[in-house]
């Protein structure tokens, strides 16, 4: 089951650049929450900073707090076993080029040192199920590398590979940006079918995908928060001037 | 920026406005006939119906493409949903201009009477409605959209009113049945003006502030709240 | 308005450009491999006839007495390039591990980096200079084991910079990858940026083995090389390149023919060498993988 994300004063630094100011927002749990805004405005630093991907930058700082269910992410638990609680999934696929279709679903816990074959073989099912591409790879499993499936194919790799170590919690950061229109909306469909189980977060700069997928919106701009409310409230009436601007195009 | 875009709703805007005189022109004209017994402007009104219908659905294909084209979003959408109601709307505001117009053809067959019904007054109140607003719907202008209507209790019981006096008319005066209940119809007609008009401020407002304000019995309040989060 | 179609003029220029290029290439192409042909051509036409059975089993004979062979030389150059890969690889590696995922933009990376290329440029012959001053002298004698540690010395900033090199190559998409399964810093490195680099890391080592695999210069001083089958890895050891180097300059012509032979032997079994691995790391592949 999915949990709730609360966010209090969130503040992210890139060296001396300030790329997130007091951001405070509350994701509902097993719901689907989009981060739209312009590039640059800080939304993929944000869901960075929500499995502490953020701080692999040498460079990169933040402050504040991040309660994931009831756990404050920045207090309690190391980065490397929140990663394994909050599930992400980037904007290009990247399933592992060395290894098989089966191994790439598999990392998660072969790489954490699991190896119970049975279980594993379980969870590579389960998970590929999950994503939509079971019935497409069944017979390659450990034949074919991750590498040599489609675009799409490999973004619902990708996918499968995040929820085959079992998180409560599902980033994507523009996850269909690179894909074309028919994959773009298997990967909604999967979100659309994902959130009753997890709780999802997604980074796009397609409004439409936005609005297509989310319960609730988040507008980002310049490294603040300007609006956060349910997807039919910010597309059809917005209350801030410069989401307004923004998502009718008469930014900038 | 999404020039062509905001260029094609400014073109848009501009056809409705076009079809929003026509319509208007068309009541002016059939009152006027009421009025003068001048069956020539009949005719012109009858002649302006197939035109209204035309830029009517010419209004509603822009939109429509425009809907799916360009998948507005906000301030847009609610502008194209708007004018799709506007559309409609004066659309039957054009067909209550036919409507009086066939009336008045009969009216002017028929013995000219004194009726208990000012209908010259009724149809000064339910056009500067429509003309309010439609100025509402070219100045983007919320207030003034709020004030049409408040105008609205004034023509519906300047109607029900005529109600009365032409029930007690035809009870004292049978004979004169036939043309008061032409007259009675005739308020009707413009009562239902004055309801289109009202719904075209309604939209305006929905368009302007987002807000619905339909069959809302208290409209400021809501305002009220629109204001203070903006 | 400056015209920028291309012209038909431009087209036959383009086309002629094209052709240049195109031979030029070729034929550096065929410099490159003519000395390489030429090389193993000659070495057969000149050793092959001395190759035979004894030549793969017996130790060398006397001068004057016939026969004989460098077998005890091919297996002490396998022992020397066996310690100098077991300790040349595992610590270039290291080190181009440090510099590309934890070094990097640090003081320290940057002298590890500064120092393993100028260690790349250093004379072999000062190697063994080195190596005797720094080894031989403290042990009081000569050894398989101080050729080894000079050898794999002059190995390890080239397998560090190729390590590096080839890391570098790696998306760090991947390793977000990794790090977004929760899979600690570590393991990263270990089954995903190094296992993806691999091929690269490989050909660099095979290219720092070729390259010592012929060394003779540091050989002479720690090694020194021996006429008798090796006992022990803390003894001087002989070595293909050495009897090839005492052979090729004594004055006699069957000792001649051997060095030919020695130099036959030496190319191939480095061709070998660098074959079976390519062969046995290829192995495993999978479709559409790296």
Sequence with gaps: ?252 | MRVKFHKNLDELKERLLVMAGLAEQAVQRSIEAYRTRDLSLCDLVFQSEPAINRFEREVDQMALDLLAMEQPMAVDLRFLYAVLRINADLERVGDQAVNIAARVQEMTAQASAELPVDIPKLANLSSAMVRKSLQSLIEANSEMAHSVLAMDDEVDAMNSDAFHAITELVQRKPDLAPQALNALIIARNLERVGDHATNIAEDVIFWVEGADVRHSSDSRSEKRDVEETS | MTQIRPSRSNASIRQATNHIVTAISILSTIVVLVPLIAILFYLIYKGASSLNLAFFTHTPKPVGESGGGMANSIVGSSLVLLVASLMGIPIGIAGGVYLSEYGSGTWMGAIIRFTADVLNGVPSIVMGIAGYALIVVHQHHFSALAGGVTLSIMMIPTVTRTTEEMLRTVPNSLREAAYGLGVPRWRTVLSISLRSAAPGIITGCMLAFARVAGETAPLLFTAFGSNFWPHSLNEPIAALPLQIFVYALSPYDEWHRLAWAGSLVLITLIMLSVGLVRYVTSRGQLKGGM
């Excluded at chain 1, 503040?11 to 749990?29: C, E, F, M, S």
């Design chain 1, 1 to 252: 089951m999915g949990v709730g994300i609360e966010v209090v004063d969130l503040n992210a630094w890139y060296g001396v650049t300030h790329t997130l100011k007091d951001i405070t927002l509350n994701i509902p749990p097993n719901s689907a929450t989009a981060l739209i805004g312009p590039s640059g405005c800080g939304k993929s630093t944000f869901v960075r900073c929500l499995n502490r991907m953020h701080e692999t930058n040498p460079a990169a700082r933040a402050t504040g707090t991040v309660k994931v269910g009831d756990r404050d992410i920045y207090r309690d638990a190391s980065p490397v076993e929140i990663r394994r609680r909050i599930g992400m999934v980037f904007q290009r696929p990247n399933p592992f080029p060395t290894m098989s279709i089966y191994d790439n679903v598999a990392s998660g816990l072969k790489l954490n040192g699991f190896r119970n074959r049975k279980v594993l073989d379980e969870v590579v099912e389960r998970s590929l199920k999950q994503s939509a591409l079971w019935e497409e790879v069944k017979d390659d499993l450990k034949k074919k590398s991750g590498a040599s499936l489609s675009g799409g194919q490999q973004q619902r790799l990708c996918i499968a590979r995040a929820l085959a170590v079992d998180p409560e919690v599902l980033l994507m950061d523009e996850p269909a940006s690179a894909l074309d229109p028919v994959s773009t909306s298997k990967i909604e469909d999967l979100i659309f079918n994902l959130k009753n189980e997890y709780t999802i977060v997604i980074v796009t700069h397609n409004m439409q995908q936005a609005a297509r997928v989310a319960e609730n919106t988040g507008f980002f701009l310049m490294g603040q928060l300007v609006e956060f409310t349910s997807t039919n409230v910010i597309f059809t009436k917005p209350k801030d001037k410069r989401t307004e601007d923004y998502i009718t195009g008469r930014f900038g």
